[in-house]
């Protein structure tokens, strides 16, 4: 066989073309296969919108959470492992003072407040959810309190969201202290045990309590009111307030002038006929408030006294004010009602010409004359 003068030569620059040939069609094959992840999910896949297992996460404050995220357009069933998202992410949060996450996806509420926390594919695809951390404050956070009955309160100083409610409060140790549900302490023994307060949110507010064996003394007594106005025959039950208020003395109650006014062994006092007398609240260790209370007779005003009726026509008996102020009319007579009736409701017809007196009677006593002069 005979060959060309200069073939040889070309040899090796053929061999080389196809070589480079045949690496352009393996490196083209490789382009068109997608390189599955884990979950044999393929690269096109990420270039997807993501979505949040919620758009909205209430976490209590110094708790931790992971939000699922998912191809929104995968399958739209989220929840089945193929629709799992599992590669990098980059998260960030809008407020870090009150929601972190780190490179994992992990949430950390930080103190009370929303966030917003982000997550971002490389090809920029995001998802966002809301975060509130929720946090509750009592009124004390330590308290010391003596043994017996109702012996201290706890409430909640500030929360947040608003609208979070109490779930529980329970003491770690009954045997010291108990609570009930309003956050009433009442001291068993003397020792420590802690108040836990636990919210509808989860987020959560504790008390140390000491429970001290001797009982606290009154160191002052004071009236709500220094003075007090009563109408004869009317009752009023008496407030005052210990300080401090856990003191537990027995009170006595006395009247300088029982006549007038008398005081009940549990404060209540009742006008007896107008006058003033002086009550005083005394504790068994000395410690006394007094409280002026004046008795007044009961008193209607009508807003007016006469009318002038056309016989057949109507008018309406109005009251202005009454004394006490939560008195009401009780009945309305009229002395003619052959000139003028008057009904439940002081509603006053005028029936024939000449002169009548509407009698206005409270449930107190008090009374008020209305004339009706029918022409």
């Not at 040939?21 to 390189?35: L, M, R």
């Not at 992971?66 to 998260?91: A, K, R």
């Not at 950390?108 to 951390?133: N, P, R």
């Not at 947040?160 to 202290?177: L, V």
Request: aromatic share 6%; glycine share 8%; net charge positive.
């Amino acid at each position: 066989m005979e060959f060309q003068a200069g073939w040889l030569e070309k040899i090796p620059a053929l061999l080389l073309a196809v070589c480079m040939c045949v690496t352009s069609v393996e490196t083209g094959a490789q382009a068109a296969v997608p390189v599955a992840n884990s979950k044999g999910q393929s690269p096109w896949d990420a270039s997807e919108s993501i979505v949040f297992s919620d758009d909205e996460l209430l976490l209590p404050a110094g708790d931790t959470a992971y939000l699922d995220v998912f191809y929104e357009d995968f399958g739209g069933d989220y929840g089945n492992s193929d629709d799992y998202y599992d590669m990098d992410l980059e998260w960030s949060s809008s407020n870090k003072k009150v929601a972190t996450v780190d490179g994992e996806g992990e949430i950390t509420g930080i103190k009370a407040g929303t966030a917003v926390i982000t997550a971002e594919t490389y090809t920029g695809a995001t998802a966002s959810c809301t975060v509130t951390v929720a946090q509750v404050t009592l009124n004390h956070a330590r308290i010391t309190v003596p043994l017996g009955k109702n012996t201290g309160s706890l409430f909640v100083k500030k929360k947040f969201p608003k609208y979070d409610t109490i779930e529980e409060w329970y003491s770690d140790n009954e045997r010291i202290a108990t609570v009930n549900q309003k956050g009433q302490i009442t001291g068993k023994k003397k020792g420590t045990t802690t108040i836990t307060l636990t919210m509808e949110s989860g987020a959560e507010a504790r008390c140390k309590v000491t429970v001290t064996g001797k009982k606290p003394a009154t160191k002052r007594l004071v009236f709500s009111k220094k003075k007090i106005i009563l109408a004869k025959g009317s009752k009023k039950a008496l407030t005052i307030k210990r300080e401090p208020r856990n003191a537990s003395e027995k009170i006595s109650w006395t009247s300088s002038n029982a006549n007038i006014v008398k005081v009940t062994s549990k404060g209540m006092a009742i006008g007896r006929k107008p006058g003033t007398a002086i009550i005083t609240a005394k504790t068994t260790n000395g410690k006394k408030a007094s409280c002026t209370v004046i008795v007044k007779k009961p008193s209607i005003t009508l807003k007016k006294n006469n009318i002038t009726l056309k016989a057949g026509k109507s008018a309406r008996i109005k009251v202005k004010s009454v004394f006490p102020k939560n008195d009401k009319v009780k009945s309305y007579k009229s002395n003619k009602p052959k000139v003028a009736v008057v009904n439940a409701k002081g509603k006053v017809t005028a029936k024939k010409p000449g002169k009548a007196q509407i009698t206005v009677i409270t449930k107190c006593g008090a009374k008020a004359s209305f004339v009706v002069t029918v022409k």
